[in-house]
């Protein structure tokens, strides 16, 4: 258990549905971090927050949006859902934002999302 | 642009044997991180090993070292004494040290090992 909490573990919806995806990071982590897994674009980066603030940009859909709150837990959410969002959403956390340390990133167990 | 490239898409080992898996990056930064995460078929993400772009000796963590070489670019993940817990997908991924980049990490796209008893 990496000690990261994402909910709900599996998600079905329809095409154009609005569905937001929860992430809770380990105990004193600053950083959370969203990646989408699917099967022809394998694991790419969405987006990172470090304490509630954004800090860098990936591979993110315009409708796609995330946050972070003052209590650190983080939210993605994903509208006007398409056939192609299909995937699994990890959320990551880590200590700091990547500056000096290691800074390894833990994940969460994943999102499981099926569009319909 | 970062680019992690993993060319053996799966692999069989025998129990017991030592593993080799390729990854090599493609980078114009000095200063970077190599991970390999273990992702098996429950399908969460355990990080392994790292190995800094500045690191004069080899990661190791138990089972698991890492032969990097710089000149090169490529950072391989060797395996020793496979067990049938082994059997899982293996990501190869950087992170470039930019506070433009923050802490994202590029992974490669996973080769499949597959334990034989």
């Known amino acids: 258990d990496s000690g990261v909490t994402q909910t709900p573990k599996h998600l079905i919806t329809a095409t154009g549905q609005r569905v937001t995806l929860r992430c809770s990071p380990r105990s004193g982590d600053l950083s959370v971090y969203w990646y989408q897994q699917s099967l022809d674009q394998g694991l790419q980066f969405l987006i990172q927050y470090y304490n509630g603030e954004e800090r860098a940009k990936g591979n993110i859909l315009e409708r796609f949006s995330a946050q972070q709150f003052p209590d650190l837990h983080s939210e993605l959410n994903l509208s006007s859902l398409e056939l192609g969002d299909s995937a699994l959403y990890f959320c990551?956390?880590?200590?700091?934002?990547?500056?000096?340390?290691?800074?390894?990133?833990?994940f969460g167990p994943g999102t499981r999302l099926t569009v319909l | 642009a970062q680019k992690i490239t993993q060319t053996q898409p799966g692999m069989f080992v025998q129990e017991k044997e030592a593993v080799t898996l390729d990854c090599t990056y493609d980078?114009?930064?000095?200063?970077?991180?190599l991970f390999w995460y273990k992702q098996p078929s429950s399908g969460e993400m355990i990080f392994l090993i790292y190995?800094?772009?500045?690191?004069?000796q080899n990661a190791t963590e138990g089972r698991y070292s890492l032969n990097f070489q710089k000149a090169r670019k490529s950072a391989n993940l060797v395996i020793s004494a496979s067990q049938l817990g082994d059997s899982a997908m293996y990501f190869c991924a950087m992170r470039e040290r930019s506070k433009a980049a923050g802490n994202k990490l590029t992974f490669g796209g996973g080769t499949r090992v597959l334990v034989k008893p």
């Open positions: 990551a956390s880590s200590v700091a934002g990547g500056q000096g340390a290691i800074d390894e990133q833990f």
């Open positions: 190995q800094g772009s500045y690191d004069e």
């Open positions: 980078t114009s930064d000095q200063s970077y991180g």
